[in-house]
Nanobody, 112 residues
Framework: DVQLVESGGGSVQIGGSLTLACAASRGFDDADAEWGWFRQAPGKGRERVATTYSRGGTILYADSVKGRFTISRDNAKNTLYLQLNSLKTEDTAMYYC?????RGQGTQVTVS
């Protein structure tokens, strides 16, 4: 299994920005991999916010974050990123990165 370690969460004011990072232990060059970020707030279901595919470069965003969040990757660093801009209180959640069915331990984002 791949090890995924998220970082970059924190507390930020409404309208602020954060950059989340996810360091992967291996597999960043898997041709058919699906990488992504999802979030979960207390008492709410899991929401997939962004997905990118190694093959073809397709990127997908949830409607709730489209135009505000950007997913990217640095292959040389084996790191996946999520840039969060124009943050809203409803963006408060634990954010997890994923590779296929594997996920990290999460990083908390709090917007107030």
């Amino acid at each position: 299994d791949v090890q995924l370690v998220e970082s970059g969460g924190g507390s930020v004011q409404i309208g602020g920005s954060l950059t989340l990072a996810c360091a992967a232990s291996r597999g960043f060059d898997d041709a058919d991999a699906e990488w992504g970020w999802f979030r979960q707030a207390p008492g709410k279901g899991r929401e997939r916010v962004a997905t990118t595919y190694s093959r073809g470069g397709t990127i997908l965003y949830a409607d709730s974050v489209k135009g505000r969040f950007t997913i990217s990757r640095d292959n040389a660093k084996n790191t996946l990123y999520l840039q969060l801009n124009s943050l809203k209180t409803e963006d408060t959640a634990m954010y997890y990165c994923s590779k296929g069915a594997d996920r990290g331990q999460g990083t908390q984002v709090t917007v107030s």
